[in-house]
């Protein structure tokens, strides 16, 4: 059974720094890419980073790009998303999935299993 869950969201101010990591099961976590999407409220989920298998390849979307860091330690099969210079906008449930691929696919809809989401509140 695959499990992903996400851990270290709560509610920070505007300009805070936040740590948020997803404990993979389930599957070979070293061999897949693995990625953050977040939800805002009334809108669609959108994706935020990935990381491929072995780590040396990530990817952010522009919104965040400077500001989050993803990475992952294959040893203890988690993921992180280090989240900096936090704004309004990044209010969101933010959740962890993977498209059991080794590199993160361009196509969105082949990520698969999901955590149930971590809140991520910013207040300014």
């Known amino acids: 059974q695959v499990q992903l869950v996400e851990s270290g969201g709560g509610l920070v101010q505007a300009g805070d720094s936040l740590r948020l990591s997803c404990a993979v099961s389930?599957?070979?976590?070293?061999?897949?890419?693995m990625a953050w999407f977040r939800q805002a409220t009334g809108q669609e989920r959108e994706f935020v980073a990935a990381?491929?298998?072995?780590?040396?390849?990530?990817l952010y979307a522009d919104s965040v790009k400077g500001r989050f860091t993803i990475s992952r330690d294959n040893m203890k099969k988690t993921f992180s998303l280090q989240m900096s210079g936090l704004k309004s906008e990044d209010a969101a449930l933010y959740y962890c999935?993977?498209?059991?691929?080794?590199?993160?696919?361009?196509?969105?809809?082949?990520?698969?299993?999901w955590g149930q989401g971590t809140q991520v509140t910013v207040s300014s």
């Open positions: 999935t993977t498209a059991e691929r080794a590199t993160p696919p361009a196509d969105h809809g082949l990520y698969k299993y």
């Open positions: 389930g599957l070979p976590f070293s061999m897949y890419a």
């Open positions: 990381i491929s298998w072995t780590g040396d390849t990530t």
